[in-house]
Nanobody, 128 residues
Framework: QVQLVESGGGLVQAGGSLRLSCAAS????????MGWFRQAPGKEREFVAAITWRGGPYTYYADSVKGRFTISRDNAKNTVYLQMNSLKPEDTAVYYCAADISRSGLRVGLRTTEYDYWGQGTQVTVSS
């Protein structure tokens, strides 16, 4: 079992920044990949970013956030982060972190069905 708790959401003006955090517990954090997804009202949950268990350069991003968002992890703190810069109104959504405990190696999942555990979500609202 893995428990995930997101924090750091809020209201920000367009062009601003936020950093989301996701604290994990229950399994050895450094052994599994982590991802961030988001869901806007009336839309399906979509992939935002993911990082392998190794962290570092092994990161993946949706085209819509590439160059603006950065995913990272601190295995000593059992936490994954999503630094969001140059925010746009279309980034408004509930953001979820997710754990993929089934995958090994340096690949990550891009679909919700590839993740095993989910947090409760944190709201990000970007005003124009």
């Amino acid at each position: 079992q893995v428990q995930l708790v997101e924090s750091g959401g809020g209201l920000v003006q367009a062009g601003g920044s936020l950093r989301l955090s996701c604290a994990a517990s229950g399994r050895t954090f450094s052994s599994y990949a982590m991802g961030w997804f988001r869901q806007a009202p009336g839309k399906e949950r979509e992939f935002v970013a993911a990082i392998t268990w190794r962290g570092g350069p092994y990161t993946y991003y949706a085209d819509s956030v590439k160059g603006r968002f950065t995913i990272s992890r601190d295995n000593a703190k059992n936490t994954v982060y999503l630094q969001m810069n140059s925010l746009k109104p279309e980034d408004t959504a509930v953001y979820y972190c997710a754990a993929d405990i089934s995958r090994s190696g340096l690949r990550v999942g891009l679909r919700t069905t590839e993740y095993d555990y989910w947090g409760q979500g944190t709201q990000v609202t970007v005003s124009s």
